[in-house]
């Protein structure tokens, strides 16, 4: 009618839940407005069940949780645990936790399943008997660590013992209880060391599978050397290829121009001293034989041009040290009866 009301609806005010406190629940909360309620949950750790969310009807009630209960369910140990290696931490079923690895001996994939009711037996599954080998019963030279024994996943590691050299070798067994087998490392030769005044010997390793001994002829002696490790343990490694020698040089016919000195006139220790002599320059150089009774070397002086002394003296004192020309060297100074300033002047 005319000037009548007209009406409207619809609109109600927000109901507010209130979160409850809870230590049973996992909860998610979005929305917790009565009206666009949006609110999950589930049962905590240790609670089992389905979790139900109920909304509040009025402002600052709380919404409500139900549906989880603390579980007691508890499984046990099954009687059968061979092949497993188990460790429990928890047993009640909502909280399980079991871990398993198979055995040694064993192998797969070791599986454990909770129980499904008050005192049942946990489940065990994924190992089987495995073919291992066996250590063989010397191990002799040996220093072995075995990690597995199984088929499959075999790994024994060896290394030869201090008194055995070689490079082991580990073969898997090829059947189930069969020894495995090792093989490569064998007893150490240890050389002894020969008396010897012809070599002059280098002994780094006396073992004769590793043997390192170095040698030359010792002064005196010529010839290659050479070594030959022993074969059995406190024998004697060999020495050979240098002998005595007797080469000897005699001295050359013609030494004008040398001052010469012999200490040694065998080739192989061969020691002569040369210089120029007097009215002879250069670098006076000796050189030994070939063969037995040749004749060693001279060389490198030759002839120098010299200056002669005058045949007066009267009223001087002379020292001459030199009278070659390119070496000169004469000192001078006046007897007791003369006086003055001496000056001597080469030729």
């Known amino acids: 009618s005319n000037l009548g009301t007209y009406s409207i609806t619809g609109c109600v005010p927000k109901i507010h839940c209130a979160s409850p406190e809870n230590s049973h629940y996992v909860v998610t909360e979005k929305n917790t407005v009565a009206q666009s309620f949006d609110v999950a949950a589930t049962c905590a750790r240790g609670y089992e069940g389905t979790a139900l969310v ?117 073969t898997e067994c090829t059947s189930n209880l069969g020894t495995y087998s090792i093989t490569g490392c064998v007893p150490k030769i240890h050389c002894a060391s020969p008396e010897n005044s012809h070599y002059v010997v280098t002994e780094k390793n006396t073992v004769a599978q590793s043997f390192d001994v170095a040698a030359t002829c010792a002064r005196g002696y010529e010839g290659t050397a050479l070594v030959t490790p022993c074969s059995k343990t406190g024998q004697q490694y060999q020495l050979s290829g240098c002998k005595y020698s007797t080469t000897t040089c005699v001295a050359p016919k013609a030494t004008d121009g040398y001052l010469v000195s012999e200490a040694q006139l065998r080739r192989i220790v061969f020691d002569v001293s040369v210089q120029c002599a007097p009215g002879y320059q250069g670098a006076a150089k000796v050189a030994p034989c070939t063969s037995q009774g040749g004749e060693y070397t001279l060389s490198g002086c030759s002839a120098a041009p010299v200056c002669v002394s005058p045949k007066d003296l009267t009223g001087y004192s002379v020292t001459e040290t030199s009278l070659n020309k390119g070496s000169f060297k004469v000192e001078a100074k006046c007897s007791a009866t003369h006086i003055g300033e001496p000056k001597v002047t080469e030729c």
């Open 54 to 170: 109920t909304p509040c009807s009025k402002t600052g009630q709380q919404y409500q949780l139900s549906g989880c209960k603390y579980s007691t369910t508890t499984c046990v140990a099954p009687k059968a645990t061979d092949g497993y290696l188990v460790s429990e931490a928890q047993l009640r079923r909502i909280v399980f936790d079991v871990s398993v690895q198979c055995a040694p001996g064993y192998q797969g994939a070791a599986k454990v399943a909770p129980c499904t009711s008050q005192g049942g037996e946990y489940t065990l599954s994924g190992c089987s008997a495995a073919p291992v080998c066996v250590s063989p019963k010397d191990l002799t030279g040996y220093s072995v660590t075995e990690t597995s024994l199984n088929k499959g996943s075999f790994k024994v590691e060896a290394k030869c013992s201090a008194t055995h050299i070689g490079e082991p070798k580990v």
